[in-house]
């Protein structure tokens, strides 16, 4: 089975560019979620998806990110403009849908460094 | 409010040493708690999770751990650890509604040979 897809692996810009974070998730899993972790620090979640609609996006900073799950496969998260602080670690995670709590399965991150 | 914490930012055990990494967490109801490993680099990997019945959880590569709920705890275990332990270990807890995870800020394990 094919795991949690992410690109690109790195990436570095300078604040006030815009940058934006690919993420295929595990094949059949109704929930994504992006985070952010930033270094020395657990990952904080930004979003999350239930196959192509929003069902958690308090943490998220909506006047610079922006996130879309079309067709409730892949996800793509959009920072505009970066700022210094969002220099971290995005990891996005899936899992399947369904009634209690269950895995979630995670890629490798992109490690965003914001100059 | 739910929140997670690990108390030990940092752990050094030499190989073959015991390890225990600790996690105190916060939640009205039953929780729901994970142990994830994060190797540099790499994603984060399920080590167990708990969310019923025997308190004390077997997971993968050799590790355990016990849910106490008089000490809201989920403790790490490990009888014997490995050079290949070295990584960062993040304990959560699954609460509210649709699977939202609350991570800890990790420990990092670092292994002498």
């Known amino acids: 089975e094919a795991g949690v897809a992410q690109s690109p692996r790195y990436k570095i810009i300078e604040k006030r560019q815009s940058v934006a974070f690919w993420c295929n998730p595990i094949s059949g899993h109704a929930t994504l979620y992006w985070y952010q972790q930033i270094l020395g620090q657990g990952p904080k979640l930004l979003i999350q998806?239930?196959?192509?609609?929003?069902?958690?996006d308090s943490q998220l900073p909506k006047d610079r990110f922006s996130a879309e799950r079309l067709k409730g496969v892949d996800s793509t998260l959009k920072i505009q403009p970066a700022k210094l602080e969002d220099s971290a670690v995005y990891l996005c995670?899936?899992?399947?849908?369904?009634?209690?709590?269950?895995?979630?399965?995670f890629g490798p991150g992109t490690r965003l460094t914001v100059l | 409010a739910q929140s997670v914490t690990q108390p030990d930012i940092h752990i050094t055990v030499s190989e073959g040493a015991s390890l225990e990494l600790r996690c105190n967490y916060s939640y009205g109801a039953t929780p729901y708690l994970f142990w994830y490993v994060q190797s540099p680099g790499q994603g984060l990997q399920l080590l167990l999770k708990?969310?019923?019945?025997?308190?004390l959880v077997q997971g993968i590569k050799g590790f355990e751990a016990e849910f106490k709920r008089s000490q809201s705890s989920f403790n790490l275990r490990k009888p014997s650890v490995h050079w290949s332990d070295a990584a960062e270990y993040f304990c959560?807890?699954?609460?509210?509604?649709?699977?939202?995870?609350?991570f800890g800020s990790g420990t990092k394990l670092n292994v002498k040979p």
């Open positions: 959560a807890v699954g609460a509210g509604n649709f699977n939202k995870f609350y």
């Open positions: 998806f239930q196959n192509n609609g929003v069902v958690d």
């Open positions: 995670a899936s899992s399947q849908a369904g009634t209690g709590y269950n895995e979630q399965f």
């Open positions: 708990y969310f019923s019945g025997d308190t």
